[in-house]
């Protein structure tokens, strides 16, 4: 369906134009994550992983295993850049490895919801949500690169994953294994990086995100889908 590739068009878009949109001392900028961390776990909880739930009764229960993988493989790169780099090292090599963790990770999100789309057009519209607000927040508070091709490049790797969904069919097992990774990642983020800890954050927020999103989706499910 047509809506699966508007909607990775529109991360990429989105990805290309919002890097450096708060600065760091922006009072909006702890406001946003907040709501996007709110919003995100409303869909992990109510959406996801009864999704993922459901496919693994189905067809096989290993298919949990997507999920923890996708969570798994983002706490050890970000560990083992930690435990291994430091000084000016660590910027490069968390810059070279966010980077290329990034490109992977958007254009395996732009194939999925590409995939998405083609069997329930409402759980792709779901998906792709919590995903542009947390590309907003990848960018915050300081541009990745000036050079232009390669800002191109990142940004256009959602659409690129799209344009391969178009030719390359991983089957209905690959495709929730594929889900479950970005599940995965998601809630390592939300866990890691966008829930504000100690004394940072606004719980205010946080519950607007939480209630606008889990409101939604009732409102989806009262209506039937």
Known sequence: MVIGYILALILSVVDFFTEGLFSKASPNKMKFISVAA??????????????????AVAINKLLFFAILFGFGIFHIIEKYIRQNFTGPELRKEHRLIHSTTSFIYFFVVGFILVKLADSNYVHSTLLFIPIILHIIIDSLPRRHTKKYHLRVLSAGSPFFGALIAAFVDVGTIGNVILLGIIGGALLYTVVRESLPRDREGRPLYFIIGLLFFTILILLLWSMGF
């Open 38 to 55: 709110g919003v995100s776990v409303s869909y992990i909880f109510l959406i996801l992983l009864p999704e993922i739930y459901s496919s």
